[in-house]
């Protein structure tokens, strides 16, 4: 069973940025997604940015050019780099794992499974 626990977040003025991090524990298999997702009080959760197990990269148009995400597999770590933050961008960030997402559903937040806790990021104006 995997797990996954996030760190990071927080408050922060608009302009600023943020570092979220989610470590992954149990067994993983070569060719797991993994991705990030946030979900705003009264939306749904909607993905941000997700990377396939050979290192592609997918984002939502409201993040390119402001937000990346990478991988390190020794660390069995993900992260997400999070820079010119707008007040749009508050809502809590949860990072989620799955076996063999198809390319055109990773920012599909129902195709995962696995989720870790959720963290909050505030942006204010």
């Known amino acids: 069973q995997v797990q996954l626990v996030q760190s990071g977040g927080g408050s922060v003025q608009a302009g600023g940025s943020l570092r979220l991090s989610c470590v992954v524990s149990?067994?993983?298999?070569?060719?797991?997604?993994m991705g990030w997702f946030r979900q705003a009080p009264g939306k749904e959760r909607e993905g941000v940015a997700c990377?396939?197990?050979?290192?592609?990269?997918t984002y939502a148009e409201s993040v390119k050019g402001r937000f990346a995400i990478s991988k390190d597999n020794a660390k069995n770590a993900l992260y997400l780099q999070m820079n010119s933050l707008k007040p749009e961008d508050t809502a809590v960030y949860y990072c989620?794992?799955?076996?063999?997402?198809?390319?055109?559903?990773?920012?599909?937040?129902?195709?995962?499974?696995?989720w870790g806790q959720g963290t909050p990021v505030t942006v204010s104006s």
């Open positions: 989620a794992a799955e076996r063999e997402v198809p390319p055109w559903l990773l920012l599909h937040a129902g195709e995962y499974n696995s």
């Open positions: 990377i396939d197990s050979d290192g592609r990269t």
């Open positions: 149990g067994y993983m298999y070569r060719s797991y997604s």
